[in-house]
Each structure stands twice: as structure tokens, then as C-alpha cells.
């Protein structure tokens, strides 16, 4: 087993694109087989004759309250969606798959104990989460001691996977998406020149911005301005001063939870820079908080939800219908995430424990709602980006998947 190496403290979319790319990838969609062939359930999923057996429990942390609530509500939904279409369809070989959600509150101590609450109950068979990687690295050392899976969707600090032979994430990685902003969005796409960072101080955030500083480096990029500021700030009066004297061509904010509050602020000082998000993607709650201060706000997804796909628009208006918001790329990890466990676990049979369910999750490779989805060797995977930018209200593609290899 790999050795922990930080402790307690611690799909793709069918659609044309237009703008920067024209380009068109074909994949399967697990939501449209749901409503095509719920009467014919795939050889993993479906129930064997006369089969009558225990459920398969799996433990779920998620910040269902705090400020992270909306990505805990985002799992709650599509994971929920996720798992009535796998029992609809017979189960797990004949078994109902059942989610105990417990609510870490985005905290990681919460979100520690949570995890030896399932990992020493042996009715669970993995745990799923957390949403965010200081969370999911607070837990892993407890899966990791027990034994048992820490399955995050939404994790994506390079350091997580690598934590232990258990812990597994299917969210683009910090490296990739940090690299992606600063070499194709703002140096390539933007144009800028000279760039004012604003990032959250949590693991993923400095993470990110290391990246992504690194990154805008080495493509010839001056930072001007470089602030971190604790998760939860809600006054940024002064670092928008101290940025905006600093004259950059380019606003790059990297956050979580504080991205509206800081855009409102920005264009309520009256200082309108171009801004490019890492992070949130094309969450609707940014549009709705910030109205027309996010007109012309740029992002990155590594999933889009559009009209031109019908599955990939089946999957959104009904996760929409039930959670009253639109999902972003991380309510498409996390109906995934139940697929993939499900799938891996249907593969053992009967003989389910949790280190086969360790061993069959490593063999993943198949497609699914977001992508193809193949762990690495330490357990992660890597994304393709799109350029997102809001405009009249809404989040429309400006750049394929195939921008950066123009």
C-alpha cells in the first residue's frame, strides 16, 4: 500500500461548439440509458433471478449546511438521482444500493470524524466525498487505517489520491485546471499581459494558485497582485484597492465560496476588469448573486450542459427540477461517482468485501455521464477544459476541447 503521506489535519457532453471550436465528441450517457433501457439494466447493474439480499450501504460526507451547502446539496441530488436509477434497474446484482448522507458542514475535523463513523461500521462498504480536498484529506487517513474506500468526485488536489491505495477522484486536478487558466484562458484567450490573483487560503485554493502562479510564469505572464484571504472573508475592500493600483490587464479569482461576494465588489468599487474564475465553473448561483456584475466573466468547465445534447440535457433539467438550481461539472462527478462504485462492485460477485471493492475500482475504464473515466496508478484521472464565459445571463462556450492544441 502506498504510504499516507499527510495526516489528520489534513458524459463528456455530445454538442457542437462554436467560437473557438467547431469540433464534436461522440460518448455514452448513463442518465439517457436510464430512460431507454430501464428495462433492460447493463450486465453490472442488472438483478440476478430470485435474488433477495441485504442492502450494499455506502457512507456519504457532504457539507449539507455552511457555506459550501449548495455542492452538498448538488451531491445529495444527482447521487440520489444516480442511485434510483441503479435500483429501478435491479440494483447491484439483485441488491438495493442504499446512501447514509452525513453532513460535514465543509468542515474537516467534522468531516474526520464522520469518516471513522463509517469506516468503523462494517454494514458500509465505501465512503464517498468529501466535496472539498481538505476535507477528503482529513478523512483519508481514517479509510485508509480501516481499510476501506474514500471515493471523492470532487477532490482534485493533486495530493489526495496519492494519500493511500483507497482514495480515488474523478474531478479534474488542480495542476491541470490552474495550468489550463493561465496558459489558454488568460494568456492565450484574454490576451493579458499583467494579472491580479485573488485565491481562497484552503489546501485547494493555494494549491490551485500555485499551479496556476507557475503556470502564468512560465507563459511570460506577470503577477501584479497576489492575495490570499480566509475562506468566509466577506470584506475585500482593501485588496481591491491595493489590485486595482496595481494596474493588471486581467482579475484571476480562485475560490469556492466567496466568488460572487468578491465580483459584486469589484464592479461595485467601479472597476470594470476582465475576470476570469477558477473554481466554481459555470455555477448558476454565480449569475443569480451577481446579476449583471458577472456579464463577460470568464471560466473553465470540463463538462457542459447543452440543449444540442439531448442526454446531457435529459441529466440537467431533472436535476434542476429537484434540486431548483442548475448543476455545474460537479453534479455530473457526482451522479458518476455512483456509477462507477456500483459498476465496480457489481463486478465482484458475490464476493464483496471492501479491498476487492478497492481492487475492482482501480480497473475502472469505461465512459460515463462526464467522460471516460481510468484511474492512474495513485488512483486519479485527468480533464479536458472548455472556456465558458457569461453572457446575457447565461453561460455560453467560447473554446472547445481542442483550443489548447491549436
Same mark, same amino acid.
Given at each position: 500500500?502506498?504510504?499516507?503521506?499527510a495526516?489528520?489535519?489534513?458524459? @463528456?457532453?455530445?454538442?457542437?461548439?462554436?467560437?473557438?471550436?467547431?469540433? !464534436? /465528441?461522440e460518448?455514452?450517457?448513463?442518465?439517457e440509458?436510464?430512460?431507454e433501457?430501464?428495462?433492460?439494466?447493463?450486465?453490472?447493474?442488472?438483478? =440476478?433471478?430470485g435474488?433477495?439480499?441485504?442492502?450494499? &450501504?455506502?457512507?456519504?460526507?457532504?457539507?449539507?449546511?455552511?457555506?459550501? /451547502?449548495? *455542492?452538498?446539496?448538488?451531491?445529495?441530488?444527482?447521487?440520489?438521482?444516480?442511485?434510483?436509477?441503479?435500483?429501478?434497474?435491479?440494483?447491484?446484482?439483485g441488491?438495493?444500493?442504499v446512501l447514509?448522507?452525513?453532513?460535514?458542514?465543509?468542515?474537516?475535523?467534522?468531516?474526520? #470524524?464522520? /469518516?471513522?463513523s463509517?469506516a468503523?461500521?462494517?454494514?458500509?462498504?465505501?465512503?464517498?466525498?468529501?466535496?472539498?480536498?481538505?476535507c =477528503?484529506?482529513?478523512?483519508?487517513?481514517?479509510?485508509d487505517?480501516?481499510g476501506?474506500?474514500?471515493?471523492?468526485?470532487?477532490?482534485?488536489?493533486?495530493?489526495?489520491a496519492?494519500m493511500?491505495?483507497?482514495c480515488?477522484?474523478?474531478?479534474?486536478?488542480?495542476?491541470?485546471?490552474?495550468? +489550463?487558466?493561465?496558459?489558454?484562458?488568460?494568456?492565450?484567450?484574454?490576451?493579458?499581459?499583467?494579472?491580479?490573483?485573488?485565491?481562497?487560503?484552503?489546501?485547494?485554493?493555494?494549491?490551485?494558485?500555485? +499551479?496556476?502562479?507557475?503556470?502564468?510564469?512560465?507563459?511570460?505572464?506577470n503577477? @501584479?497582485?497576489?492575495?490570499? +484571504? /480566509?475562506?468566509g472573508?466577506?470584506?475585500?475592500?482593501?485588496?481591491?484597492?491595493?489590485?486595482e493600483?496595481?494596474?493588471?490587464?486581467?482579475?484571476?479569482?480562485?475560490?469556492?465560496?466567496?466568488?460572487?461576494?468578491?465580483?459584486?465588489?469589484?464592479?461595485? &468599487?467601479?472597476?470594470?476588469?476582465?475576470?476570469?474564475?477558477?473554481?466554481?465553473?459555470?455555477?448558476?448561483?454565480?449569475?443569480?448573486?451577481?446579476?449583471?456584475?458577472?456579464?463577460g466573466?470568464?471560466?473553465?468547465?470540463s463538462?457542459? *450542459?447543452?440543449?444540442? #445534447?439531448?442526454?446531457?440535457?435529459?441529466?440537467?433539467?431533472e436535476?434542476?427540477?429537484?434540486? !431548483?438550481?442548475?448543476?455545474?461539472?460537479?453534479?455530473? $462527478?457526482?451522479y458518476?461517482?455512483?456509477?462507477?462504485?456500483?459498476? =465496480?462492485?457489481?463486478r465482484?460477485?458475490?464476493d464483496?468485501?471492501?479491498?476487492?471493492?478497492?481492487?475492482?475500482?482501480?480497473?475502472t475504464?469505461?465512459? *460515463?455521464?462526464?467522460?471516460?473515466? !481510468?484511474?492512474?496508478e495513485?488512483?486519479?484521472?485527468?480533464?479536458?477544459?472548455l472556456?465558458?464565459?457569461?453572457?446575457?445571463?447565461? $453561460?455560453?462556450?467560447?473554446?472547445? &476541447?481542442? +483550443?489548447?492544441?491549436?
Amino acid at each position: 500500500m502506498k504510504r499516507i503521506i499527510a495526516v489528520l489535519l489534513a458524459v @463528456v457532453m455530445v454538442f457542437s461548439l462554436t467560437a473557438c471550436s467547431g469540433g !464534436k /465528441a461522440e460518448t455514452k450517457n448513463r442518465s439517457e440509458e436510464k430512460t431507454e433501457e430501464t428495462e433492460t439494466p447493463s450486465k453490472e447493474t442488472k438483478k =440476478a433471478d430470485g435474488a433477495s439480499e441485504e442492502p450494499i &450501504y455506502v457512507g456519504v460526507l457532504a457539507p449539507l449546511t455552511g457555506t459550501m /451547502a449548495e *455542492y452538498g446539496k448538488t451531491y445529495e441530488v444527482a447521487m440520489t438521482m444516480a442511485m434510483e436509477e441503479i435500483n429501478a434497474a435491479g440494483g447491484i446484482n439483485g441488491r438495493e444500493l442504499v446512501l447514509d448522507f452525513a453532513d460535514s458542514k465543509g468542515e474537516q475535523n467534522e468531516s474526520a #470524524d464522520l /469518516a471513522a463513523s463509517f469506516a468503523e461500521n462494517d454494514k458500509y462498504a465505501a465512503v464517498l466525498g468529501d466535496f472539498s480536498s481538505g476535507c =477528503a484529506m482529513a478523512a483519508a487517513p481514517i479509510c485508509d487505517e480501516a481499510g476501506i474506500v474514500l471515493f471523492s468526485p470532487t477532490a482534485s488536489n493533486v495530493d489526495f489520491a496519492p494519500m493511500s491505495d483507497y482514495c480515488f477522484q474523478i474531478a479534474g486536478r488542480t495542476d491541470g485546471e490552474g495550468i +489550463y487558466a493561465a496558459e489558454y484562458i488568460v494568456g492565450k484567450y484574454v490576451g493579458a499581459k499583467n494579472i491580479a490573483i485573488f485565491s481562497m487560503n484552503t489546501d485547494w485554493g493555494v494549491s490551485t494558485r500555485d +499551479y496556476f502562479a507557475e503556470a502564468s510564469k512560465d507563459a511570460g505572464l506577470n503577477v @501584479v497582485f497576489d492575495e490570499a +484571504y /480566509a475562506e468566509g472573508e466577506s470584506d475585500f475592500s482593501s485588496l481591491i484597492t491595493k489590485a486595482e493600483a496595481s494596474e493588471p490587464d486581467c482579475v484571476v479569482i480562485i475560490d469556492q465560496s466567496s466568488t460572487s461576494n468578491l465580483i459584486n465588489q469589484i464592479r461595485g &468599487y467601479g472597476w470594470d476588469c476582465q475576470i476570469v474564475m477558477v473554481g466554481p465553473s459555470t455555477s448558476q448561483q454565480i449569475i443569480e448573486l451577481c446579476a449583471d456584475n458577472s456579464e463577460g466573466v470568464l471560466t473553465t468547465a470540463s463538462v457542459f *450542459y447543452s440543449e444540442e #445534447d439531448p442526454q446531457a440535457w435529459a441529466f440537467a433539467q431533472e436535476f434542476a427540477e429537484r434540486a !431548483k438550481f442548475q448543476p455545474t461539472v460537479m453534479a455530473g $462527478y457526482a451522479y458518476d461517482s455512483i456509477y462507477v462504485l456500483a459498476d =465496480a462492485i457489481a463486478r465482484l460477485g458475490d464476493d464483496i468485501t471492501r479491498d476487492g471493492i478497492r481492487g475492482s475500482l482501480a480497473k475502472t475504464d469505461d465512459t *460515463y455521464l462526464t467522460g471516460p473515466i !481510468k484511474f492512474s496508478e495513485v488512483g486519479d484521472i485527468s480533464r479536458s477544459y472548455l472556456i465558458c464565459e457569461v453572457s446575457e445571463g447565461e $453561460y455560453v462556450v467560447r473554446c472547445g &476541447y481542442d +483550443y489548447a492544441e491549436e
